[in-house]
């Protein structure tokens, strides 16, 4: 069993940056491929970022270029670098272990894009 806390988000000024943290008690952490999702209201969540152990990473195409997603499996922590922030980006975002169908997931933590 795997839980995850994730920390980081609030309010920026559209162009602004915020790191999200996710920090994951448990064992094998490691093992999970470990992801970012987020849900902004009135929408389905969506993948934003993901890595695999071995360090693979895909990106939502609305991201790439604007987002960086890193692991350390030494601190059991998932990071999530968001530079170049939009509008369209506030939601909630949500770390996951194990994949969204059968994964575990975080609280979450809300990310508003905003004057």
């Known amino acids: 069993q795997v839980q995850l806390m994730e920390s980081g988000g609030g309010l920026v000024q559209p162009g602004g940056s915020l790191r999200l943290s996710c920090a994951a008690s448990?064992?094998?952490?490691?093992?999970?491929?470990m992801g970012w999702y987020r849900q902004a209201p009135g929408k389905q969540r969506e993948l934003v970022a993901r890595i695999t152990p071995s360090g693979v990473i895909d990106y939502n195409d609305s991201v790439k270029g604007r987002i960086a997603i890193s692991r350390d499996n030494a601190k059991n922590t998932v990071d999530l670098q968001m530079n170049s922030l939009k509008p369209e980006d506030t939601a909630v975002y949500y770390c996951?272990?194990?994949?969204?169908?059968?994964?575990?997931w975080g609280q979450g933590t809300q990310v508003t894009v905003s004057l």
């Open positions: 996951n272990a194990g994949g969204p169908n059968f994964g575990h």
């Open positions: 448990g064992r094998d952490f490691s093992i999970y491929a």
